[in-house]
């Protein structure tokens, strides 16, 4: 199990505590050129809710609408929250989710899947919301994932602007550094909403994305039991 934590430095002026289990999947991801594209701005989560709050002030007052109004006085201040502390708070490491792991004891060497993961996330390209599905399977090496830590890990990616396809391979490359194993496949099933409530405005269409890795991408009867699921 990996739990101990960490000082890291992060930015001109703060110590932040990072988990090495982050910091594992952090480096992993960047190694594999699957990082989100982020630039540490060095600001507090305060700091960014009060210059989201502010922004959000401007983008309304610009659209015409009146600030004063009761229902619309706190928009600001709900969309500060909702982007740093929800929707987009898989941003910052500090919220990367503690995965426990049992020795495999058993030793399981068939593909444990965990199916219809509910996900929604949030386009980068639009900052609209993409609603779906995910399937989890891997092939446990020394370690057992806790089942709930699968959910928490596809959650815990979902939580940013991302491309699907991204998301997919970032959530195959995590669980890979966190269990040890290649034997990982991830696919995503989902709706964009800037496909379908604005722009073409297809409701029907929706996007499949996999990432297989390891005996998964190479074994051809384990990929296709795979995509049975
Ligand atoms: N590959 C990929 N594309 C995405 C995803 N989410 C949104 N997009 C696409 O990103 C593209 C952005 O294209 P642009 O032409 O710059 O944007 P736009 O003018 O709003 O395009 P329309 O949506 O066609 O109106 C669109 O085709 C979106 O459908 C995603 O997760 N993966
Ligand atoms: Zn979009």
């Known amino acids: 199990m990996l739990a101990n934590d960490k000082i890291v430095m992060h930015g001109a002026n703060h110590n932040i505590a990072l988990s090495e289990q982050a910091e594992l999947v952090r480096d992993a991801l960047l ?7 982020m630039v540490d701005n060095g600001l507090t989560a305060e700091e960014k809710r009060l210059k989201i709050k502010q922004s959000m002030t401007a983008i309304m007052q610009a659209l015409g609408l009146d600030l004063n109004d009761d229902s619309l006085q706190d928009t600001p ?23 426990t792991q049992i020795e495999n004891k058993m030793s399981i060497d068939q593909p444990v899947q965990v199916t219809d993961i509910s996900l929604t996330s949030t386009c980068e390209h639009h900052f ?28 815990f990616f979902a939580q940013r602007p991302q491309v699907q396809e991204r998301l997919t391979q970032q959530v195959m490359v995590a669980l890979q550094a966190l269990t040890g194993t290649k034997d990982v496949a991830v696919s995503i099933n989902a709706t964009h909403y800037c496909v379908k409530a604005r722009g073409v405005r297809d409701t029907n269409s929706y ?23």
Not at 78 to 94: P, T
Not at 208 to 229: A, C, M, P, V, Y
């Open 128 to 155: 609209v919301t993409i609603d779906g599905t995910a399937t989890v399977s891997y092939i446990p090496n020394k370690t057992v994932i806790g089942l709930s830590k699968i959910n928490r890990l596809v959650s």
């Open 77 to 99: 201040n709900r969309i500060a929250k909702m982007y740093v502390n929800e929707i987009f708070s898989g941003l910052d490491y500090k919220n990367f989710p503690k995965i």
């Open 207 to 229: 996007t499949k994305t996999s990432s297989l890795g390891g005996s998964f991408n190479t074994d051809r009867d384990l990929r296709r039991e795979f995509f049975q699921i």
């Open 31 to 37: 190694v594999a050129g699957l990082e989100t594209p």
